[in-house]
């Protein structure tokens, strides 16, 4: 099947592939800015970015803001050409800050989801940085588009459909995800990208719509075509590269696990999220876990009530700390048998 190169407006990317945005510490820098050198569009998750600073402990607003333009940064001197571009949760504490804070650091495009992002448009007003919401249901796509059509007269760049096999916090309902050959998800997906094309037609707009959700070869990346996208977000394949972010020990947990080992958990975010099962989610379900000090990560939350501290856990995996961590990951991520790089990943996916 040939695939085009994926346009949102005057961004190029050569190759169909978003990078998913994975925080805290999975896709930073390194990972963002090797995707971006092979042609696709890489991503950095600003969640908690700056839990690497000195100071983030006690600052953790500043070091996150600080970190922001320093990967930014790196990630343009590993791909000058490339296209970059940030994940940011709406659930993000300080939501605005951080979106304006990528803008003032020349970010090419901000994906976001974790909420309706509703506000976004207003956010990187004069900028010439791209912004496309993450949907999973032709509701939310048409929220979102009457709403800024309404308040601020604009259509987003790009929309990212995330389906029911994504990793990390998932736009579903619990039941749902317990069955989810019956969501017959694909009949979803179609219908979202043909509101979409509609919409765009009106507007005499072009609008890619990039699927996203359980993409790990290059059958799945053909069906996402096959389905009508313009591209496709692919997360959990890049985890097990030589160029991603994480600690070699949180790769190895994808290598290591196998399909049963993958389970829905609940976050304190209030969403369902998908992750690895080890010994700290043993102990969450058992009995809450206290929370030593509060990083302000999301909102809303009660430091006095939330089951645990879900930034403690994700940086955590981020640094290897397995039995301490929650292990976000994608439905697929027991396919991983070996660490790779980011080329041999995009050269399978795009493989002709």
């Not at 980011?342 to 399978?348: L, T």
């Amino acid at each position: 099947m040939s695939r085009k190169e994926l346009r949102i407006k005057d961004l190029v990317a050569k190759v169909p592939i978003v990078q998913g945005g994975m925080g805290v510490g999975i896709s930073l820098s390194s990972l963002a800015g090797a995707v971006a050198a092979c042609g696709g569009i890489g991503v950095i998750s600003t969640a908690q970015i700056g839990f690497k600073e000195p100071d983030f402990d006690d600052h953790p607003l500043e070091a996150n803001m600080r970190a922001i333009g320093k990967h930014i940064k790196k990630a343009r001197e590993i791909a000058p050409d490339g296209v970059i571009g940030v994940n940011i949760m709406v659930a993000t504490k300080n939501y605005e800050m951080y979106v304006k804070e990528a803008v003032k650091n020349g970010i090419d495009l901000i994906i976001s989801g974790a909420g309706l992002p509703l506000d976004l448009p207003e956010l990187v007003k004069g900028s010439n940085t791209k912004i496309a919401p993450i949907v999973s249901s032709k509701k939310a796509a048409s929220i979102i588009f009457r709403m800024w059509k309404k308040k601020y007269n604009v259509f987003p760049d790009a929309v990212v459909i995330e389906g029911p096999k994504a990793g990390g916090h998932l736009g579903f309902h619990y039941d749902q995800l317990e069955d989810i050959e019956g969501l017959h998800y694909d009949d979803e997906i179609t219908s979202i990208i043909s509101y979409v094309k509609e919409e765009a037609k009106k507007g005499e707009v072009e609008i890619p719509v990039i699927v996203a959700g359980g993409i790990s070869s290059k059958e799945d990346v053909d069906h996402c075509f096959s389905l009508g996208a313009d591209g496709v977000q692919v997360a959990t394949r890049f985890v097990t590269t030589e160029e991603c972010d994480a600690d070699i020990r949180y790769k190895e947990a994808y290598i290591n696990c196998k399909k049963e080992d993958i389970e829905i958990v609940k976050s304190p975010v209030g969403m369902p999220g998908r992750a690895i099962h080890n010994k700290f989610i043993d102990r969450v379900k058992a009995d809450r876990i206290p929370i030593k000090k509060c990083r302000g990560c999301i909102t809303p939350c009660n430091p006095a009530t939330t089951p645990y501290c879900i930034t403690d856990a994700l940086i955590n995996g981020a640094l290897g700390n397995l039995d301490d961590a929650l292990l976000f990951c994608g439905a697929d991520a027991y396919k991983e048998t070996r660490i790779s790089t980011v080329k041999e990943v995009i050269d399978e996916l795009m493989e002709d």
